[in-house]
Each structure stands twice: as C-alpha cells, then as structure tokens.
C-alpha cells in the first residue's frame, strides 16, 4: 500500500514537472509576450520575467522592443530638375505596440522596409538635386512622416529617418566642379579688384602727403632700398640723388619757353603774272636850303603907338 502511495506521489511529481517545464516561459526584459489562447489574442501583454501558460492551449509570441535599425537599399530616380540620382537611407524604428504588430500585419519589419524604399522613391521625385545635398534635414523629416502615417497602425513608431548617400553620374559631378570652380574664381577677381580699388585711393592720399613734404620723397626711397638691400639677391644702382633731380626740375620751370612763331602758309600757285621791266635808279634828292629874307631895320611901337626904326 505504501509502495503504491510512493509510486502515485511519484508519478504526480512527475506529471507535475513536465507541466510546470511546459507551462514556464522567460520573458526577456526588452521583449514582450504576446498570448493566444485557442487562437484567440489574449488581452493582457506579458511583462519581463518568469511567466506561465496553459500547455497545448496557450501560444506565447515574443516581440522586441528594442530600437531597430533597418538600411534601406539604394534607390535610382529621377529629381524634378531631371538629374538622375541614386539615393540611400536608414530608418530607426521600434514597437509600442506588441499586439498590433503582431496581429495587424504579418511581418512589421518587412513592411516598414517596403514602405521606406516606396517613400525614398517618392522624396527623391518631388525634391530637386540642390535639396539632396545641402537641405537634407527637411527631406528627412518628410521622409519621416511618410513612413510613420502608417506605420502608426501596426504598433510602430518610427524614431529616425536618415539619407546617408547621393551618388550622381560623373558628368553632373565634373560640371558642378566646373561650376564650383567658377564661382570660386568669380569671387576672387572681385576681390583682388576691390583691394586695388582701396590700395589706390591709400595711394593717393600717400601721394599728397608727400606733395606737401618734398623730404618726405627721398625718405621713401630710403626705405625702399633699405628693403631691396634686406633680401641680398639683387643689386640697386642710384646714378644721381633725388635732390640733383629736384634741382633739374625747378631749373627747367624757371628757364620761359620762346614763342612758337605759327608758319604761314604758301598759297598755291596762281596763274603767272608778268613781271615789270626794271626802271633805272633815281637819283637822291638834295636837301633844299631854305632862302631867309635879309635882315633889316627892327620897327618897335613906342608908348603912343608910333613905330621908330632902330639901326
């Protein structure tokens, strides 16, 4: 009796082992169970740890809920400027919801690939070519919600939406380095053009300062050869000094300049006049004396008006 007691108690053991390893699960911290009971979604969701289910009733689904990082393939289009591009990405994105994504759609992670390569496609249709290189921030976040409208039912959150690479044809990638090129060019002429422009107006003040300092002149020249005699890979010859110059120039001021006597011009040739036979000289007039009347007695009035004759 007590034999078969032992062997009852035994076999309940058993049986009661075999149960519990069949009914236990281990659910890990960043997973979630999922139950079905006879086919049918049980409503609550297991939590991290140890947990039990029916066996042969109960399935328990796990689903990851950490953050999942999924590239999606290159994709070849064409931009609404026309340039043929072929584009990359990456999609972060994680469950909220273990029961939707299990039972709303078959395989979320195959679904949210699909839709991430149709919404690349559809970016890269309504974006121009500069947008692709230097507004990426913007398409990203577009990106973003065209994948997570979605992707909402089916208990995914996308977090991330990042396009890693634009590759283009090497000749669209020759002519923006030509433009590049250009543009850099463009603006260095300006520039040189706007320091020359300032450089001359400096010019010109320094040039009427030294006007109204003749020594100031000659310092200059000083400190240019002082300059010119730092380096030691030239030779600098001054055959005379400013001031012999200077003196050459007052001197030349000061010497007047003659008239310049306009010449006259030679009428043409006119018809031929004859010319007048020659007459024979004149003799020279001589002086004429003048003849005076003899001189005669002088006749003076006296004091009663009677005129006297003086011998």
Not at 14 to 28: F, L, P, Q
Not at 271 to 295: F, G, H, K, N, S
Request: proline share 9%.
């Amino acid at each position: 009796m007590v034999e078969e007691l032992v062997a009852a108690g035994v076999t309940l053991a058993s049986a009661g082992a075999v149960y519990v390893m069949a009914a236990a699960r281990v659910v890990k911290q960043y997973e979630r169970g999922v139950v079905f009971r006879l086919g049918r979604l049980r409503p609550e969701v297991r939590g991290p740890g140890f947990t039990m289910i029916v066996p042969f009733v109960d399935r328990l689904q796990k689903v990851n809920m950490q953050v999942v990082t999924m590239p999606v393939p290159a994709q070849e289009g064409i931009t609404r400027d026309n340039v043929t591009v072929r584009v990359d990405a990456v999609v972060y994105f994680k469950v909220t919801g273990p029961a939707e994504a299990v039972v709303r759609v078959e395989d979320y992670r195959f679904a949210v690939s699909q839709m991430a390569q149709t919404s690349l496609r559809s970016i890269i249709g309504k974006s121009e070519l500069d947008d692709l290189l230097s507004n990426r921030e913007k398409l990203n976040q577009g990106l973003e919600l065209m994948i997570d409208s979605p992707a909402v039912e089916w208990g995914v959150t996308i977090d991330r939406v990042e396009i890693k690479d634009v590759s283009l044809p090497e000749t669209m990638k020759r002519s923006m380095a030509r433009q590049a090129e250009a543009d850099r060019e463009r603006r260095a002429r300006v520039i040189n053009a706007d320091a020359e422009l300032q450089a001359s107006k400096k010019l010109a003040e320094a040039a009427k300062e030294m006007s109204e300092q003749p020594a100031a002149l000659q310092l200059r020249l000083l400190q240019t050869v002082v300059a010119v005699a730092a380096e030691k890979n030239s030779t600098l010859v001054l055959p005379f000094p400013v001031e012999l110059l200077r003196f050459l120039e007052k001197a030349q001021q000061a010497v007047p300049t003659p008239p310049v006597q306009q010449a006259v011009p030679t009428p043409p040739a006119q018809q031929a006049v004859p010319t007048p036979p020659a007459q024979p000289p004149r003799p020279a007039p001589q002086p004429v004396q003048e003849q005076l009347p003899p001189a005669g007695p002088r006749m003076e009035p006296d004091s009663q008006g009677a005129i006297s004759g003086q011998g």
